[in-house]
């Protein structure tokens, strides 16, 4: 259900649910190296502040912190090619 839909808070269904819950909107795709940067650039600023992030910048400099960074969001993309499984049967 889009949200546009209702003029009123009142109007909205007890079951309502914003369009990022509903499973059917998952990405079913590898991020791509854009959104990666993006990611890597987001976190890098919004955690400049932890020990652990300027300790990594500290050792690595601020363009290998932001590799590994990246890397460690690819690592996680259970859609990228780097992920996939080859053990599985196909037919």
Known sequence: MKKEQYKNIEDYPDDWEPDWLDPANDRK??????ELNEFAQGFMEGMSDTAAVQRLIQQEGMEKAKKIVKAQFKKKDKYNLDNLNSDATSH
């Open 29 to 34: 795709t590898p991020y791509t190296e854009e």
